[in-house]
């Protein structure tokens, strides 16, 4: 697939789910600090249940400050419903011991140094940079956008490292930030894991994979 064609299926997803800046963000939070915490838990777990523990957790340490000083028992108590809480609970405190020992307690901007931090990687470090400070330097691949890039035909990797630069080459940049919400919507949407439902999509007749179930089916 080529530019001008990729363009076109995002332009055709960016008219089915209108959005605003504020829409893009699943992960509901109010600065740098939380996003990137909320990022973390949200590895193998659901958006609204990282946004219904995000009260208690950050009433308890609203700052990397109190959470570097926090027991990781009680930590663990709070995030329990995320999944692998032991994990998560130690990574979120060992990152924000390191915001505060090598970042004087901010959230650093850009990709390099956030993925210094524990449990931080491409994509929770895409995730930041673009949710938090507005600055898309890269594309966040998580299991939709993977799914959806093989797909449609943005491409034929399965590595997300390397998927997120088959896009970065395919996309002008001024679709980067806006590529991994359309992606995932339209993920959540119609292009599920179990079953795509082609036959309502409205970028079916530019997809990879069902002009390849045409061909089988005729």
Request: with cysteine.
């Amino acid at each position: 697939m080529n530019t001008v064609e990729a363009v076109s299926v995002l332009t055709e997803l960016n008219r089915i789910y209108p959005h605003t800046r504020e829409d893009m963000n699943f992960l509901k939070f109010e600065n740098p600090y939380q996003i990137l915490i909320m990022t973390i838990l949200s590895a193998q777990t659901t958006d609204a249940t990282i946004n219904g523990l995000r009260d208690e957790l950050f009433s308890c340490y609203p700052d990397p400050q109190t959470l570097a000083a926090a027991e990781q028992t009680e930590v663990e108590r709070i995030i329990h419903p995320a999944g692998f809480y032991h994990t998560k609970a130690k990574n979120i405190i060992g990152t924000a011991k390191c915001l505060c020992e090598n970042f004087g307690g901010e959230v650093p901007q850009t990709i390099d140094e956030l993925v210094t931090l524990p449990g931080v990687g491409r994509k929770t470090a895409n995730i930041v940079t673009n949710h938090a400070f507005g600055n898309p330097v890269g594309i966040a691949v998580d299991t939709h956008v993977g799914r959806l890039s093989q797909r449609i035909g943005f491409s034929d990797n399965s590595d997300p490292n390397k998927i997120e630069q088959d896009l970065m080459k395919l996309f002008p940049k001024t679709w980067w930030g806006e590529l991994n919400y359309l992606l995932i919507s339209h993920g959540r949407a119609v292009c599920t894991a179990k079953k795509p439902a082609c036959e309502r999509c409205a970028i079916s007749h530019l997809c990879r994979w069902h002009g390849k179930m045409q061909t089988k089916q005729s």
